[in-house]
């Protein structure tokens, strides 16, 4: 028999596909339990015009899911602390890299979202050394907000 591991998440967001792996479920039942509010924080961080969801589960929500704790009722201001909590509270700007992390995506989806105007890029970046680009914070968090599925 195969013994169970204790792992750390180390991004606050994940991937469906992983979210499934995790949990040991199809990618299906995992998707129910997000449109049915079984797992309270998900994320639809696609681009707007995007014909399939790129759906993104908060790790704690999960944890909660999979260990099946009865969550109480959510509380006022609960969803805007989840989501400041996800950028660092200190800077007003966001570096690409941090970004793809926080969402677990790469960088040309990032740049995507900057052409789509729902994330503002803040400088002007190139490639190269010192070219990285940086969004608003602000703008991200309004991201989230903007697209929670539960």
Known sequence: MIEPINITLRRPLISLAAAAAIANEP??????????????????VAQPDAARRAIRVLSQSLAKYI???????????A????????????????????????LDCDRKHIFRLSKCRVVECVNQYRRGNG???RFSR????????SRRLT
Request: overall charge negative; some cysteine.
């Open 131 to 133: 070219g990285t680009a």
């Open 27 to 44: 990618t299906d039942a995992i998707t129910e339990a997000v449109d049915s509010g079984a797992i309270r924080f998900a994320f639809d």
């Open 79 to 102: 969803f805007a602390r989840v989501v400041e909590s996800l950028f660092p509270a200190l800077a007003q700007n966001i570096r690409t890299d941090t970004l793809c992390r926080v």
């Open 138 to 145: 602000r703008s991200c968090v309004d991201f989230l907000i």
């Open 67 to 77: 260990e099946r704790v009865a969550q109480p009722p959510e509380q006022p201001g």
